[in-house]
């Protein structure tokens, strides 16, 4: 296995910062998948059971399918093969269990793809 270092310019590493940042409309700061519930109903009420429920997401639930499926987007982006990236777009919306999880992942497709225009055009 080989390793590779890549050097972020400062564009790239605010681009990065912002895109991490709790402001930006997207990612675990806005879609928590339920976990305010989870707390006001008692399921989630300690630093132990916080990470239960995150566990779960990652292993089992959205957070999992979400990076298969960012898996195959990356491989068909790099070959260059819009067929396939637009058929695990198809997927995607596949996997959406409920009506409300299809609102969610298109109102935070929407929230990023409006926030990356105004930002960077």
């Known amino acids: 296995m080989t390793t590779e270092t890549l050097t972020l310019n400062p564009a790239g590493l605010m681009r990065l910062m912002t895109w991490l940042s709790p402001s930006f409309p997207v990612g675990a700061y806005t879609y928590s998948h339920g976990v305010e519930y989870a707390v006001e109903d008692g ?18 639930g959205a957070g999992r399918i979400d990076a298969v499926l960012f898996c195959a987007a990356w491989r068909a982006a790099l070959a260059g093969d819009d067929d396939a990236l637009f058929d695990i777009g198809i997927e995607a919306d596949c996997w959406r269990g409920t009506s409300e999880m299809a609102l969610e992942a298109t109102a935070q497709g929407r929230a990023f793809v409006s926030t990356v225009e105004k930002v960077w055009g």
Do not use: D, M, P, Y
């Open 43 to 60: 399921r989630v009420s300690s630093a132990e059971s916080l990470i239960n429920w995150v566990e779960g997401v990652l292993e089992f």
